[in-house]
Structures are given as C-alpha cells and as structure tokens.
C-alpha cells in the first residue's frame, strides 16, 4: 500500500513537471497593438504557429543597450532593446538564417552566425524613447557600427533592417 502511494505520488510529481515545462513553451498572449511576429522554426509561439509580440512584450525580454553611430545617423544615440540572439533564443528558435520583412516593403536575409558573433539588437528604444517610424522604428535590427569598423560596409548595411515588422527563421 505504501508502495503504491508513493508511486502514486511519483506519477502525480512527473505530469505535474511536464505540465511546468509545456507551460513554457507557451507565449503569453499580446494585449497591445501587435508590432512583431515570428514565423518559421520556432519552439515557442502564441497565435497558432507564429510568435506576435506587442511593444511590452519585447521590453520584458532582457534589454541591452550602447551608444553607436549609424551609416543614416550622424551622431551617436543610445540605444537598447533586446539581442537578437536572446530573442531567438527565447524562441527556441533553430535556422541559419532569419529572413526580416521591414514596413516599406524591404527584405533582407541576415545569417543568425551574425548574431553569436556581434551584438545585433532588435533596437526599440533611442535615448530611452520608443523610436517613431520616421526615425527608422518602431524596431531596427541594429548592428554595433561604431564598435566593429567591419562592419561598415554593404553587407552589414543591408542587413540592417529598420521598420521591422515581420521575422522569418529559416
Ligand atoms: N526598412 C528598411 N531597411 C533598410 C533598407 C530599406 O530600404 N528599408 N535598405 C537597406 C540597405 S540595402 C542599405 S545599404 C541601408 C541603407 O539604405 P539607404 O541607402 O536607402 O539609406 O539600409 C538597409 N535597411
Ligand atoms: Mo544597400
């Protein structure tokens, strides 16, 4: 009898486990206006296959913030916002590549290696204010500039997708 109970209780304590660890993948749900969603090979999504992200939802992430110039910014600003590299590993996401989809209708693809190897942000904020669309917001995948002169170039450029709207992990 007092076997059965504690394998009782031993059953009672694994679903429970698996119970915590499905309820991780589960995104929460956003309440404000949508500005991102993730589609492709990602673990964790919260409106059917995609992960969509209101502007809270990316501040709760861990920020990380410098000061850079741009190539399209003359002088240096602060900006901070989650890595790209922790936004998709918060996604459990899996690719080589993320293709990015911008609000005017620009594309890019940008290999996640980027992302080990520099500290790109999904910059939201500039000086500590959300960033208007005018201003190249509401999200710029933002690469150090000032930091790496390697990456002043085409490549990185082009890369540097502002007015983000939409990521595909490929
Ligand atoms: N949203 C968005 N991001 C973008 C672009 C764009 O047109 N829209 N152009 C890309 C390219 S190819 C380059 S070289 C730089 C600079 O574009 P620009 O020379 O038109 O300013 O921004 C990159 N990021
Ligand atoms: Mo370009």
Redesign the pocket.
């Known amino acids: 009898m007092k076997k059965r109970l504690s394998i009782a209780v031993l059953w009672l304590a694994c679903v429970l486990q698996v119970g915590v660890a499905n309820a991780e993948q589960v995104l929460p749900d956003p309440e404000g206006r949508v500005i991102l969603k993730v589609s492709g090979n990602i673990d964790r999504t919260n409106v059917s296959e995609e992960a969509h992200f209101d502007f809270a939802m990316l501040t709760d992430l861990p920020q990380h913030q410098y000061y850079t110039g741009t ?2 910014t003359r002088q240096p600003f602060h900006y901070s916002g989650p890595l790209m590299r922790d936004l998709l590993a918060y996604l459990e996401a899996d690719g080589k590549h993320i293709h990015v989809s ?1 609000l ?1 209708g ?1 594309e890019a693809y940008i290999p996640t290696r980027d992302f080990a190897e520099y500290d790109v942000l999904l910059a939201l904020k500039r000086n500590n204010e959300p960033i208007s669309i005018r201003e190249y917001g509401p999200l710029w995948v933002l690469y150090p500039f000032d930091h790496h002169t390697e990456l002043l170039n ?1 490549t990185f ?2 890369r ?4 983000v709207m939409k990521i595909d992990v490929r």
């Not at 540097?160 to 007015?163: E, F, K, L, R, S």
């Open positions: 190539p399209w911008a005017n620009y085409e450029r082009s540097a997708v502002w007015q």
